[in-house]
Structure formats: C-alpha cells, structure tokens
C-alpha cells in the first residue's frame, strides 16, 4: 500500500473474509470453453436455382461437365470456380467441330453402308442395285445439313449448361455466406457469455487457513513478505470475526501496516510501541510475587543451553525476598530495580526514595545482612541490571490492551540483551495472558520466534496447545532448534538467504515437487496489464544513482630576496586541501490504472517486449528457494485424512485483494 490516500480506498477491499494466507493464482484463461460447432466451408455443392430446365438427379452431372464436382477451400472460391466454367466451356464449346465432323463421317458411312447393303440384296435377289455415286450424293446432302445441325446444338448445350451452372453454384454460395453469418452470430454471442462468464472468475483464489489449524510456522528472512503475511492473515481474520494479538519482536515493526489498515477500516486496535511507550505498558500487572519471581527468573535463565541450579535457586530465593518486602504496597518493575540496588547497597537515586518507602528500604537492609549480601552481590547486580533498563514500565497513564488487534512492538532502540529481557517478558505475559483467558486470545502471532529461549517457545506451544489457541510463530532462521520446534501444523517458507539454510528447507519439503508464481509476483519493477472485461496496469520504477568525488589540491610558494636597504626574511606557504563527497540517492514510485479494455498481455524492460506466460514454473531447490519473490511462500500442508503432505505456492502481496475482486477502489474520489 504505497499511499495513505490510495490505502483508505483499498483497506475495505483487502479486510474481507474467509481466513486465509494469501492467494493462489489460477490463470482465468484456462477455463475458457472453445466454440465447438466448426466454421462452415463451401465445398461447391450443387442446388437447383429455381426455374432450371435440368432436374435435381441430372445436376450434379452437369456439374461435374463443366468446372467439376467439387470447389476448393478458399477465400475466392466461387469467382475461382465460375472462372473454371468459364475455362470449361470454352473448352467444350471448341468441341463442337468434331462432333460435326463425327455426325458428317456418321451420316456418309451410313449412306455407303445403304449402297453395300442394296447390292447384296441385288445378288441375291437378282435386282438392281443402287448407285454408289447416287447414294453418296444423297448422304452427302444430308450429312453437311445433320453436321451443322450438330454444331449448332452441342454450342447451345454447352452455353445452357454453363449458364445452369453458374446459377447453380452462385445460388449454392450465397446459401453459404447466409449460414457462415448465423455461424459467426453464434460464435459472438458464445464469446460474449464467455467473456462475461470469465469476468466473474477471479485469476486469484484464497488460501484458506482452516479454522482447525492450530498451529502455522513460517520460515524466512524476509522483512517484507512478513510484513505481508501479517497484513493478510491479520486483516482476514479481523473480518471473519476474529481477534488477533501479534508480539513483534523483530524490531522492524512489520505489524505497523496492519495497524494502520485496522484502524482506517474501523476495528478497535491497541497498539504500543517498545521501549518508547513502555510506561504505557505493565506486564506484570495482575501477578503475584511468586508469578512475577518466576518470571523474571524464566527472563534470565531460560535461554541457558545448560543451567546452573545452584544460580537459578538463588536467584529465585533473592526475588522472594525483595518481593515479600515490596508486595504491601505493589509490585512494578521500578521498585523491584530500585528494591535490588538497596539490598546491594548501592548508590541510591533520587527515584529511589520516592519508590519506597523508608520502612521498606530498612526491611531490605535487614534481609541482607553483609555477609549474606557479599555472597549474592552477582546476582544482585544481574537482576538489577536486568530489570533497571525496564524501571519506566508502568510509570505511565496504563491503559489495558483492549482491542479486536492488539500489538506489541518492538523497536531497534536498544541492545540486544535488553531487548532479549523484554522478549522474554512479553513471552511470558502472551503466556499469562493464554492461561488466564484463551477467549481472549483466539490467534497469537510470534514474530522472529527464534530469538527466545527454546523452553520458552516449548511452554507457550504447549500452553496452545491445551487452550486451543492459534499459534502463529516466524522464525528468521532454519536451524537444527526451529526444525524441532516447528510442530505438527502448517510449516511454511519465505526467502532464505543462507545456502544452508536454503538447502535444509528444500530437503524438509522434498526436492521432487514443483510449483509456480504468477509474473505479478515476479516482475516487481516491470509493467504489467491483464484483464478479460476489467484491465489493471501496474508500474513500478526504480532508480538509484551513486556520486562519488574526491578534490586534491597542494600550493606552495616561497619568497627569498636581498638588498642594501632592508633584508626581506625568507618565507614559505604551504597548503593542503583535501576534499571527498558521497552521495546516495533512492528513487522509488508507484502507479496504477484501471480501466475496461480487454487486453492480455505482459511488457518488460529487461526483456522480450511481450509474453503470453502468464506463471513461472519451478522445482524446489535451495537456489529457487534463495531466489523466492518477496511476496512468494511455499506452504507445506501436513497429511490429513489419509491425503498425502501437499506443497503449495501462495502470494502474499496485499494489492492482490485489487485483482481478486476486480473492483478499483483506487480511482475513488
């Protein structure tokens, strides 16, 4: 969400339900259906045009006469054809001398053949025959009027014919056009419930995160698709109906987007900031000595690989003390502080006496005798510098964390033992908080899970275990100790630069399934429009430039002169200059269109300028899992019900709820 502006607008649209992780691509245009009924081709079928001499039965003949039976395929076919008849009857038209020839030589040889037949008859019967010059003559007179005849007649037959055919296959082609327009209304009244059809389908599906799932571990060094994935998660479930408290222990603030969503979109959220509100902050409100004691005993020695006993026994023994003395009057962190510098004697601030009383400064200077006080002073020193960092907790107007979100943050402000004490502390109230009353905790997110103590993160797993809350821990890395404490649920995975890592995480998910990430995730900084009914263009431009200058200069000069009146005394200047600039300069910016025309398609501007691949095909392997966009994760989804493990890919990008709806909240005025 680049923009406050932009953002109002877009917030409703991404604060929608069902709870889920993020999206799914599923390309629209694989479900497009394809217009079955084939295009219809003229293939030169003969019809009886009306008022024709030559019968239905006796026109295909005719056809076949002149121009053949059977027109090509082609654009120009009837004019292709008709020229064919045209070709085929001058062809037959020339025939016509032959066949006059032919009925002239017929009719000749059939007046020889009288002569021959009257002289056999003659033998026989002993009468005259004809003449042979006489019978000549006569066929002759009769052949040459039978041989025009003949020529007259086949060039009137051929002329009918090619006329009857002509007519025929004009007739027959404009039958055709008729059926290839009601073929092509059909075909875009198909298209257009297509079109319309495939506009109410979304290329983006939720990922669901069933309400069953109890437990979601998310693996990754990736402050953006963290961020991402809280936003996501976070608005979803906030729109279910849900409630959600987020410990961000990362120190980057990843959940500030979702507050910031949360609060435009009008759910109530409670939000601090540590260390700078922590007066504002009291997590040890509603415990007892005995809880507060074993939890700041928890805060120091629970991340010890081996423990000392004899040191946690002691330390637990001092807490009691202090917090015996100081449990009249109540229990925060500035007294506790200042109740351990008194029991060590030593200097006392100003804070001091008007944190206790002179009563209880005398009680803890009784319960430490010398000896006993030189034989603990280690400790005292530790838990005072422990707790003496977090004495402003509570010092404030504290409110409770009352809201549908509730956060605690964590800057980078302090050290990082401060900040572990603190982490710990914060562990230990979400603890509390899920003892006391789960209901009031449905979903805990842990972010960068792997900077607490292990037994910790094994207490608070099991404490959500019993209590049916959802536990959502990140870790930043994959080590031996996360593979481990991962669980049972849903494990998934952003970016991991580490090659070992990388290479553990593709081991754990097994290097035999594939997946794919749409361009929209892989393109960060390229241009890209997709839309059926609906267009989205996203540009993203960056630019950095890098100046570096270094001026060197050295003068010198010197002045030497004699003379009889005065002595000008030698003299010398030297100078130096030395001069070096840097200068770094970011550039980043964001736009986006919405509009109504029906496009596809991708442009790049560090490559091919169009492309129809709309997804990118991987194998998991620790270099593509090195390489995953920043919005990409793969989510392993242990077997249930006797379905086998599953991996999938889902996209975190929160502007994916634009796409998915179809909507443009960002042209609102």
Not at 42 to 56: C, D, F, H, M, Y
Not at 303 to 316: K, L, S
Not at 365 to 384: A, G, K, T, W
Not at 401 to 419: D, F, K, Y
Request: contains cysteine.
């Amino acid at each position: 969400m680049s923009s406050d502006d932009a953002g109002a607008g877009a917030w409703p649209v991404l604060f929608r339900g069902p709870e889920r992780l993020g999206w799914r691509f599923s390309d629209r245009a694989a479900h497009r259906q394809v217009f079955a009924e084939p295009e219809p081709v003229w293939r030169g079928e003969a019809v009886r045009a009306p008022g024709s001499l030559v019968p239905s039965v006796l026109l295909p003949v005719a056809c076949g006469f002149l121009g053949g039976a059977r027109a090509q395929v082609r654009e120009d076919a009837l004019d292709h054809h008709l020229w064919r008849v045209e070709v085929d009857a001058d062809r037959r038209g020339g025939e016509a001398r032959p066949v006059a020839v032919g009925v002239l030589v017929l009719v000749l040889a059939g007046g020889f053949l009288t002569w021959l037949v009257s002289g056999v008859y003659s033998w026989f019967h002993e009468a005259t025959a004809l003449s042979l010059d006489t019978t000549m003559l006569w066929a002759a007179a009769m052949a040459v009027p039978a041989a025009g005849v003949a020529w007259w007649t086949w060039s009137r037959l051929v002329r009918g014919l090619k006329n009857v055919v002509c007519d025929s296959w004009s007739l027959s082609y404009r039958r055709h056009e008729q059926r290839l327009v009601e073929w092509a209304a059909r075909r875009d009244r198909f298209d257009d419930g297509e079109r319309e059809r495939l506009a109410t389908i979304s290329d983006w599906t939720a990922a669901p995160l069933s309400p069953a799932v109890t437990r979601v571990s998310v693996i990754g060094d990736n402050a953006y698709g963290t961020e991402a994935l809280l936003t996501v998660l976070g608005s979803s479930i906030l729109a279910d109906g849900g409630s959600v408290t987020v410990l961000d222990l990362t120190g980057d603030i990843v959940a500030g987007e979702l507050v910031r969503g949360a609060r435009q979109t009008g759910y109530p959220v409670a939000f601090r900031l540590l260390p700078t509100e922590l007066p504002e902050v009291d997590l040890l409100a509603g415990l007892g000595g005995e809880q507060v004691a074993r939890l700041l005993v928890e805060a120091r020695h629970g991340g010890q690989a081996r423990q000392d006993q004899g040191v946690r026994g002691v330390d637990e023994r001092i807490l009691a003390q202090v917090l015996d003395v100081l449990a009249a009057d109540g229990l925060s962190m500035g007294r506790i502080a200042a109740a351990l510098r008194v029991a060590m004697r030593a200097r006392v601030r100003d804070t001091d006496e008007a944190l206790l009383s002179l009563d209880e400064r005398s009680a803890l200077r009784r319960s430490f005798s010398d000896e006993y006080r030189r034989q603990v002073l280690p400790n005292l020193r530790d838990l005072e510098a422990m707790t003496g960092p977090l004495a402003a907790m509570g010092t404030g107007e504290v409110s409770a964390l009352v809201g549908r979100l509730r956060v605690l943050s964590m800057s980078s402000e302090w050290t990082s033992a401060q900040a572990d004490v603190l982490a710990d502390l914060l562990v230990g109230w979400a603890a509390r908080q899920v003892i006391d009353d789960p209901g009031a905790v449905p979903t805990l997110v842990l972010t960068a899970a792997d900077r607490l103590a292990v037994r910790h993160l094994d207490r608070l797993t099991e404490l959500c275990e019993r209590r049916g809350v959802r536990l959502v821990a990140l870790f930043r890395r994959f080590e031996d100790v996360t593979a481990r404490v991962i669980g049972r649920g849903v494990v998934a995975f952003l970016r991991l630069d580490d090659p070992r890592q990388a290479a553990r995480a593709a081991d754990f998910i097994g290097r035999e399934y594939t997946f794919t990430v749409s361009q929209l995730s892989t393109t960060l900084g390229g241009q890209e429009t997709h839309s059926v009914a609906n267009s989205v263009s996203n540009a993203n431009n960056y630019g950095e430039s890098h100046n570096e200058s270094t001026n060197r200069s050295k003068t010198r000069s010197a002045n030497r002169g004699d003379s009889a009146k005065s002595r000008v005394p030698k003299t010398t200047n030297l100078s130096r200059s030395k001069g070096w600039s840097e200068a770094d300069t970011q550039s980043w910016s964001r736009t986006r269109t919405w509009g109504t025309t029906v496009s596809d398609a991708t442009t790049e501007s560090w490559s091919d300028g169009e492309t129809r691949q709309r997804v990118h095909e991987h194998r998991v392997d620790p270099e593509v899992i090195k390489n995953l966009p920043d919005y990409a994760m793969l989510v392993v989804e242990p077997p249930t019900d006797g379905t086998p493990r599953q991996v999938r890919p889902v996209e975190l990008n929160p502007e994916i709820a634009l796409l998915a709806t179809g909507g443009s909240p960002w042209q609102r005025p």
